[in-house]
C-alpha cells in the first residue's frame, strides 16, 4: 500500500517550466529557459493589463535561429551541440549558445520609437565568437513564426512591395527598408536595411512549414 500511495503522489507532482519574463513599457518578452525559445508581446489596453501576442505564442518553438556552422546546421535550443543559460541584463535580458567551437550571445533590448512615451520597440542583436584555433564559415537564420495578419490577403508589406504570396527578397539587389504585418488591433514591424549595419543576404516570406522543414535554406518558390 505505501508503494502504491508513493507511486500516485509521483504521478501528480506538476511539471513546471521555468521562464525569464522581463516587461519594459508597452513590451513584454518572455524567454522559455527549457527551450530558449522567446514570444513578445504588446500592451493593448493599460487599464486592463492585457498583452496580446505579436507572433505564434502557444508554442514558442515555431520561431528559431539556426547556424550553419562549416556546412552543419544547429537549430539553438534544440541542438544537443550547444548549452545554454538565460539571463537578465541592465537593457533588457539575453540567451547565451555555447559549444566548443563558437559562443552566439542573443541580446534584447528595449527602445522607444520618435514620439513614444514609453518602450514600443525590441532590439535584438546577435554576437558570434570562434572559440576554435581554426577559421570557421557560420551563418545565421531567423524564422520568424508571424499571424497577425492570416485573415488579409497581405500577410506582409514593405516599404516597397505587398506581400500576397511566398516572396524572395534578395537584398544585394533590393533596398526595401522594413517589413510589417498587423491585424485590426496591433502590428509588428521588423527593419530590414538600417544605415550604417550590414543588411541580411535575404528576406524570405513563406508558409511556416517549409522554412520549418529546411534543413537550412528552403528553395523559394514565388508565387
Known amino acids: 500500500m505505501k508503494r502504491l500511495a ?14 525569464l519574463e522581463v516587461r519594459e513599457g508597452r ?7 527549457s527551450s530558449g525559445r ?22 514558442p ?7 550553419l556552422i562549416d556546412d552543419r546546421s544547429h537549430r539553438l535550443g534544440d541542438s544537443t551541440s550547444f548549452r545554454f543559460k538565460t539571463e537578465r541584463t541592465e537593457g533588457g535580458a539575453r540567451i547565451v549558445f555555447e559549444s566548443t ?12 520609437l520618435a514620439g513614444s512615451t514609453l518602450a514600443d520597440t525590441l532590439r535584438i542583436d546577435f554576437t558570434l565568437v570562434n572559440k576554435s584555433d581554426r577559421e570557421l564559415n557560420v551563418g545565421l537564420r531567423f524564422v520568424l513564426d508571424t499571424n497577425l495578419a492570416e485573415k488579409k490577403t497581405a ?40 544605415p550604417g549595419h550590414k543588411a541580411p543576404d535575404s528576406i524570405y516570406f ?18
Open 6 to 19: 508513493y507511486l500516485i503522489l509521483l504521478a501528480l507532482v506538476p511539471l513546471v517550466s521555468f521562464a
Open 27 to 33: 513590451l513584454k518578452l518572455i524567454i522559455q529557459e
Open 38 to 59: 522567446f514570444s513578445l508581446y504588446y500592451l493593448t489596453d493599460i487599464q486592463k493589463d492585457r498583452y496580446e501576442p505579436l507572433f505564434v505564442d502557444k508554442d
Open 61 to 67: 518553438r515555431t520561431s528559431f535561429v539556426s547556424l
Open 101 to 112: 567551437t563558437l559562443v552566439a550571445t542573443q541580446d534584447f533590448s528595449f527602445a522607444r
Open 155 to 194: 500577410h506582409f508589406k514593405t516599404d516597397k512591395n505587398e506581400i500576397t504570396s511566398e516572396t524572395l527578397l534578395n537584398m544585394k539587389n533590393e533596398t526595401d527598408a522594413w517589413w510589417t504585418t498587423e491585424n485590426d488591433r496591433v502590428g509588428l514591424m521588423g527593419s530590414i536595411n538600417i
Open 206 to 223: 513563406a508558409n511556416w512549414k517549409r522554412q520549418n522543414d529546411a534543413p537550412w535554406k528552403a528553395q523559394s518558390n514565388p508565387g
